[in-house]
């Protein structure tokens, strides 16, 4: 699977979404992290109110490609972009564009949720503070003491429930696009299917775009799937077509499991 076959190859497109249905508009869109090319010439639409896995072989730039929907890759020194992102008709990269107004308009989910109840976390931390205490040792010692008051086993959350939190952070500010970078990577199958349930509501008032390495979770929960491979959109279509009738052979032997 050669990068030089891939490159300069038009990306396989089935029921193509229409500039009119698209929240995003993403056209011939190229990435550098320095010298290192990670994205080649993608275009692609993501449609309003339905949701959009992107799958494909680690360090095909899954992550950087939803990065760049709301210009995280900005945090990255020497990172250079060239093509636009259009948002609501608005290109995101345009020089007049504030990259923090973006992040704003723009949820975003991580694969590792944080660990903790906010509120609580900082009435107990708020004596620690005033010592000078920061970092892990903070974090260890508001647990020490939230176990001795035994509170701890109430007020602790499971990995789904953090991650849960954190979607509700993200939609708090009601962002029309919500980015979701392997949301349940690290959660056991009933926290993972408690999150697919939460996507499936979203979808009705958010435009969801979700990262994973879980094939049939992208089955289950997308509406549209992007296979990229070395950087390259190879292949983008309804989910169901791409995974019972795939037409790039490189999606063929990816979702058939022979590489990757
Ligand atoms: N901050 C960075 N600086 C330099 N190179 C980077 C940086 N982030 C990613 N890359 C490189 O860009 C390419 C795409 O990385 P990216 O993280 O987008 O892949 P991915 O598909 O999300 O992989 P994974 O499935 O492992 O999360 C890889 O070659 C990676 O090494
Ligand atoms: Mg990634």
Request: charge should be neutral; include cysteine.
């Amino acid at each position: 699977m050669s990068l030089e076959m891939l490159k300069d190859h038009e990306t396989v497109r089935t029921a193509p979404v229409s500039e009119a249905e698209a929240l995003v508009d993403v056209r011939g869109l190229s990435l550098w992290y320095g010298a290192k090319q990670a994205l080649y010439g993608i275009s692609v639409r993501f449609p309003r109110n339905q949701v959009t896995a992107i799958i494909g072989p680690s360090g095909c730039g899954k992550s950087t490609l939803l990065r760049s929907l709301n210009r995280m890759n900005d945090l990255v020194p020497g990172v250079r972009v060239e093509g636009e992102v259009l948002y609501e008709g608005v290109n995101i990269y345009d020089p007049r564009v504030d990259p923090v107004a973006v992040r704003r308009h723009i949820g975003m989910v991580f694969q590792k949720p944080n660990p903790f109840p906010k509120t609580i976390f900082e009435n107990v931390a708020f004596g620690l503070r005033l010592l000078g205490v920061k970092g892990s040792e903070l974090e260890d010692r508001v647990v020490e003491a939230l176990k001795r008051a035994a509170l701890w086993e109430e007020v602790k959350l499971s990995g789904g429930q953090q991650q849960r939190l954190c979607i509700a952070r993200a939609i708090a500010v009601e962002p029309p696009l919500l980015l979701m970078d392997e949301p349940t990577s690290a959660l056991d199958p009933i926290a993972t299917q408690a999150i697919e349930d939460l996507i499936l509501e979203l979808k009705a008032r958010y435009t969801v775009v979700i990262v994973t390495h879980n094939m049939q979770q992208a089955a289950r929960v997308s509406d549209r799937t992007l296979f990229m491979h070395l950087g390259v959109l190879v292949e983008e279509g309804p989910t169901e077509e791409l995974f019972t009738k795939p037409k790039h052979p490189y999606t063929e032997a990816y979702i058939t499991g022979r590489f990757g």
